[in-house]
């Protein structure tokens, strides 16, 4: 059984965080995984450039399908929304919708 994307990057968050692991990481991927995981904790979502090369990796390395790379962004798009909205009420009706639209 081929593995989820959300699987396949999961594993890459958790080598960067184990100490072990790391040293097998490349520099560059060590620098990127370390802006999604800054961006995640910062702002519970992604920058669309982001995105767009997470997708790229997702859809053309690991041979993820558009629909698994939907599924793997979607809750943090939501889940970002919720947090920026959360301290102020009044920005409620002034926030666009963050969709996954906005990104394909």
Not at 1 to 21: A, F, Q, V
Not at 41 to 51: A, D, E, K, M, P
Not at 56 to 79: A, D, H, M, S, Y
Request: charged letters at 30%; proline letters at 6%.
């Amino acid at each position: 059984m081929k593995p989820e994307p959300r699987t396949i990057l999961l594993e890459l968050l958790e080598m960067y965080g184990n100490p072990h692991s790391r040293k097998h990481i490349s520099s560059d991927m060590k620098r990127y995984i370390r802006s999604i995981r800054t961006d995640l904790i910062l702002y519970g979502t992604l920058s669309q450039r982001q995105f767009k090369a997470i997708r790229t990796f997702l859809v053309f390395e690991t041979k993820g399908n558009v629909e698994q790379v939907k599924n793997f962004f979607e809750p943090c798009i939501r889940i970002g929304r919720a947090k920026r909205l959360s301290g102020s009420p009044k920005s409620i009706s002034e926030t666009p919708v963050n969709t996954l639209e906005r990104f394909f």
